[in-house]
């Protein structure tokens, strides 16, 4: 029996995506920028091969997902629940179907994946979709799970963050702290790291908390209000915390909504730098810099030791851009409109475009072989690679 809250749950969901999504890109006025007829074109954005892998005119309903690498394979999970494998060649292989909905992307190891459902469930199959374990959690999850060697941890919509026993799917503890009444739709993604207290996962939260929570038992080891909402509205109090951390061994970088992005100690929690920086990504790391999309949808350039700005590229403003992705030249972002757009990372420049899927993505482009994969709404799945 599907239970009812859960159901309730994926309706309001599906109902309030779209207009939250306007509100985390910096308001339900703000209207995006407006590509030129003629797109530059210094790099040329060259698609390799592409596959339509489920029925292009379904409904959206909770949107695609982005595809996953392992290894030489990309999984590739449709929001009605089938899961296809394809290698760099792009010959794809159809697992089979979960047979309900996928509300998150997959996560994979070389033997398993995690799948997570329109039911709030979590389920643990094979790599040839044989179901292990099913264990419900009554709450819609909208990220990838973390799946460690004994633990597998799952954020749900609710602001809880879950641990289950691998081998079993025994639910061993779920933490929970107190929620805002309107949220941005999204969780952030536990990350797994070392603290004075042993392994902990970290995560963000919708009241602006960071947090890293012992992975035996739940309990806090440390946390930090990265921003406190303040305004007259729901809208202007938002402060969630949607972003993955990024990892860098000793230290992490957490960003919030409305709020600043922070340099955290992953030993002690304490902050080490901060600066103001209102987001709902990931801010993307090499050795020169660091790269952030800020609420504005503007691509920001920032210096590791001092976090000053060192660029700035204003293109896209409002137009709801994806992740980044860093590859050696360039950073390759897309748009909410299914549009990939290549700039030059060392000064900002934009250096091409190319419209990937006529009915728009959501889904973050993921590095694949020498190119970047993206999937759309139409279920076009499409390698593309930068050349100048």
Excluded at 243 to 266: E, H, K, P, S
Excluded at 328 to 343: E, I
Aim: hydrophobic letters at 40%.
């Amino acid at each position: 029996m599907l239970n009812k809250n859960t159901l309730l749950q994926g309706f309001l969901y599906s109902c309030i995506a779209v207009v939250m999504t306007a509100c985390a890109s910096g308001g339900l006025n703000e209207k995006p920028a407006q590509l030129p007829e003629t797109l530059p074109a210094k790099v040329s954005l060259d698609v390799q091969w592409w596959h339509i892998l489920g029925d292009e005119h379904a409904p959206k309903s909770f949107g695609q997902r982005s595809p996953v690498v392992y290894g030489d394979h990309a999984y590739v999970g449709l929001a009605q629940g089938d899961i296809f494998k394809i290698d760099l060649s792009g010959n794809q292989t159809r697992l089979g179907t979960h047979g309900y909905r996928i509300t998150a992307p997959l996560s994979l190891n070389k033997d398993q994946m995690v799948i997570l459902d329109e039911r709030g469930m979590v389920s643990l199959a094979d790599l040839s979709l044989q179901l292990q374990w099913s264990t419900p959690l009554n709450a819609l999850a909208t990220e990838p799970a973390l799946m460690t060697e004994n633990r597998i941890f799952v954020q749900t919509i609710d602001g809880r963050v879950n641990a289950i026993e691998r081998i079993t799917g025994r639910l061993l503890w779920s933490f929970q702290d107190a929620e805002p009444d309107l949220t941005l739709t999204g969780t952030s993604t536990p990350e797994l790291i070392n603290t004075n207290q042993g392994p902990a996962v970290v995560t963000g939260l919708a009241n602006g908390k960071l947090v890293a929570l012992n992975v035996v038992d739940g309990s806090v080891v440390w946390e930090y209000r990265i921003t406190r909402a303040s305004g007259k509205t729901e809208v202007s109090r938002l402060v969630d915390v949607d972003a993955q951390v990024t990892n860098l061994g000793d230290r992490l970088i957490a960003t919030a909504y409305q709020g600043d992005l922070i340099v955290v100690d992953t030993a002690t929690g304490q902050v080490l730098q901060a600066r103001e920086f209102s987001t709902y990504r990931s801010i993307q790391v090499d050795d020169r810099a660091w790269y952030g999309v800020n609420a504005k949808s503007e691509i920001v350039a920032m210096n590791p030791s001092t976090l000053e700005q060192q660029w700035l590229n204003s293109d896209f403003t409002y137009r709801q851009l994806s992740e980044l992705v860093v590859t050696d030249k360039y950073l390759a972002v897309s748009d909410v409109a299914g549009y990939l757009h290549v700039l030059d990372k060392s000064t900002g420049e934009w250096l091409g475009s190319r419209h990937i899927d006529y009915r728009g993505a959501k889904t973050d482009p993921v590095p694949f072989g020498d190119g970047v994969l993206m999937q759309g709404h139409s279920t076009r799945v499409k390698l593309v690679t930068f050349n100048q």
